[in-house]
């Protein structure tokens, strides 16, 4: 649907592989742009048991170089060659990202060539155009990490009844519209507040692997839609903050504390296969719009 952000859960599971869950990736698309978080191991098939293309892929964006979040790149690079991409595609990851794409170069022989544009970001808006824009925050996971919002800009639109009722005609006049503008048309004045309406922004916030620290609320504050890894229950706090990792708990207080809309947790640890609602509720008691996807699921906003 048009200016609806879409998006679908390609891969929701921790380190190891599950039957049902798939190593960590996520797919956000909006209007031409597909942009991919993570790519865990068996990616590109998960593309196909979605009924998606990976050759529309636009940009991809690394949280960190975990084999369960890389591991299917080898693979979405032989695709894209095999199907002829013609794109360049944009990476984006952490410090360390130029060599480690460029040994996985070294190390598999790809039928044909694709084109990249690799940059390692930390800390910073890295992508924007006049629709959204893309920005970046360091995480704390042992090696070099970071969390990601999308960001959908609020814009002016123009009310479609209401324009039909004014009789005005397409072209220009309704460009001054969209700039909150008032206009004149055949002696009559027409408010540009009567016929257009601002449309908020959106906003989506990624927090892959890390332990709790003291950037991830303001990062993902206000968030529409704030996903997180959710790797252990509460009772497993300790061995979560050993592994740097964090609690269906913990991100429920984050959730809270940064006035988010909807908690997704993802990441789940199949030591909870049989009982996923140990974890959501562990998430429901602090913060009541939570909820854990599954493989293939999709989400829009």
């Known amino acids: 649907m048009a200016n609806k ?12 592989p599950s039957r049902d869950r798939n190593h960590t990736a996520i797919l956000l698309n909006y209007e031409k742009e597909n942009i991919l978080f993570d790519c865990g191991e068996g990616t590109q098939r998960q593309f196909r048991k979605a009924g998606l293309n990976p050759c529309k892929i636009n940009m991809i964006c690394i949280s960190h170089w975990h084999g369960d979040h890389v591991l299917g790149l080898p693979g979405i690079f032989q695709t894209l060659a095999l199907s002829g991409y013609k794109k360049t595609l944009k990476i984006y990851g952490p410090r360390g990202t130029r060599d480690y794409i460029r040994e996985l170069f070294k190390v598999f022989n790809f039928a044909n060539e694709i084109k990249l544009d690799v940059k390692e970001i930390d800390k910073a808006k890295f992508f924007e155009d006049k629709d959204f824009y893309l920005e970046a925050e360091r995480m704390s996971h042992g090696s070099p990490c970071n969390a990601y919002i999308f960001v959908k800009k609020g814009k002016r639109k123009i009310d479609k009844k209401k324009l039909l009722k004014s009789k005005l005609p397409a072209g220009p006049l309704l460009s001054r519209l969209k700039e909150g503008k008032d206009i004149i048309y055949q002696g009559k004045k027409f408010k540009a507040k009567n016929l257009t309406f601002m449309e908020n922004e959106k906003k989506i916030s990624f927090v892959f692997d890390t332990n709790y620290n003291d950037r991830i609320i303001p990062f993902a504050e206000n968030s529409d839609l704030l996903v997180m890894e959710s790797s252990f229950g509460s009772e497993l706090e300790e061995r979560a903050k050993e592994y ?12 809270k504390k940064a006035r988010a809309k909807k908690l ?3 990441h789940i640890s199949q030591r909870y296969d049989k009982d996923k609602k140990k974890i959501l509720n562990d998430a ?14 999709v989400l829009e906003i």
């Open 244 to 255: 740097k990792h964090m609690t269906a708990k913990q991100d429920a207080e984050i959730a």
């Open 284 to 297: 429901k008691r602090i913060f009541k719009n939570s909820v854990i996807v599954k493989d293939l699921d």
């Open 264 to 266: 997704v947790l993802i």
């Open 5 to 16: 952000i879409r998006i679908t859960f390609l891969g929701t599971g921790d380190a190891i």
